[in-house]
């Protein structure tokens, strides 16, 4: 196993193409990196990454061991994991990747049920957009994602258990203009500067719709990409003027400025609750979202994240059961 130890030193150091940042990524000091890599050059015979001044670079041979390199670390995890799954392990690791709605409302709050019934198990969760939520996955950082598939369904590398559209809402600061109004419409809402991450799929076309109506001036600027061709792109999307990658965030950056934002009516409770933010009314045909958990084909589920699994529908089936129906 110290082979594989020692090649993923390589990998880190390609990723970072410099000996202090890859280190501090592996929580390594620079020596003992430094150390691994000439084992690994000494154990082939072969240099694998020449020192410019731009930076590390990877040799012929470092691109041979690169690329083979990282599918062998992926089978050697696969290949443990598979062995501690017969054995019937109830303890070890539940890594989770998930897009900031979802993963700061219903899949936390299902994490935090699985740690109760699994006491021993260790687990993380990363918030992520949905692209980097696939990637997560396909590298081998993550077990599950929960997120927006749009762009997914056709990769036969994955298998998408469909969720069933969350209700999810804009909201305000109190004191905002918007609550001096009744019922809203979308371009209303969007003439504000908008806290979110990217939208994608039908989110990202209705917003695109709404904000190319002429009259009010916009603040959110939609952004079309590349339609999508691999894994890596994944269709158009909507920038927001404000984007962030956290709800925490966004609710910070709505409660000083006149910025909106879009969360679940779970994580509002409490601010509205306290009259710190406002739901706002937004009459407008709902944007069903696509979401799904997200796994890897070639793996077998382990007990905890069936467990998971089982627990998040039923949290999921809690959340539909909300006041109201907005699915923005």
């Not at 158009?236 to 910025?259: G, N, Y």
């Not at 589920?301 to 467990?307: N, S, T």
Request: glycine share 8%; proline share 5%; hydrophobic share 45%.
């Amino acid at each position: 196993m110290n082979d594989l130890r020692l090649i993923g030193l390589a990998l880190a150091l390609s990723e970072h193409g410099n000996f202090r940042r890859a280190a501090d990524s592996l929580n390594l000091s620079q020596p003992s990196l430094s150390r691994g890599i000439a084992e690994l050059e000494r154990s082939l015979g072969v240099p694998l990454f020449d020192r410019t001044r731009k930076g590390v670079v990877p040799t012929a041979f470092g691109r041979v061991l690169l690329d083979k390199g990282s599918a062998l670390l992926r089978e050697a995890a696969t290949l443990k994991r598979e062995i501690e799954l017969l054995a019937g392990a109830q303890s070890g690791e539940l890594r989770v990747s998930a897009s900031p709605v979802l993963g700061e409302s219903v899949v936390a709050i299902a994490l935090g049920q699985v740690s109760a019934r699994f006491p021993k198990l260790h687990i993380s969760i990363t918030i992520s957009h949905p692209d980097q939520v696939v990637d997560d996955l396909l590298k081998g950082r993550a077990d599950l994602g929960v997120a927006n598939v749009y762009g997914s369904e056709q990769d036969r590398r994955l298998v998408i258990d469909t969720m069933d559209p969350l209700p999810v809402f804009f909201a305000c600061r109190a004191g905002h203009p918007l609550t001096k109004e009744g019922s809203l419409s979308l371009r209303q809402v969007l003439a504000y500067p908008l806290a979110a991450q990217t939208l994608r799929g039908e989110h990202a076309e209705v917003a695109a719709a709404a904000t190319a109506v002429s009259g009010t001036p916009l603040r959110s600027k939609p952004v079309q990409l590349m339609p999508a061709t691999d894994s890596a792109t994944r269709g158009a999307m909507f920038a927001p003027q404000i984007t962030v990658s956290s709800l925490s965030a966004a609710r910070l950056i709505v409660l000083h400025s006149d910025a909106v934002f879009i969360a679940t009516a779970w994580s509002l409770a409490d601010d509205v609750a306290a009259g710190r933010l406002v739901m706002l009314r937004v009459d407008e045909p709902a944007a069903k979202s696509s979401h799904g958990i997200i796994r890897l084909a070639d793996r077998s589920l382990g007990p905890a994240e069936k467990a998971f699994i089982e627990i998040l529908r039923e949290v999921e089936a809690q959340a539909h059961q909300s006041d109201g129906v907005a699915y923005f």
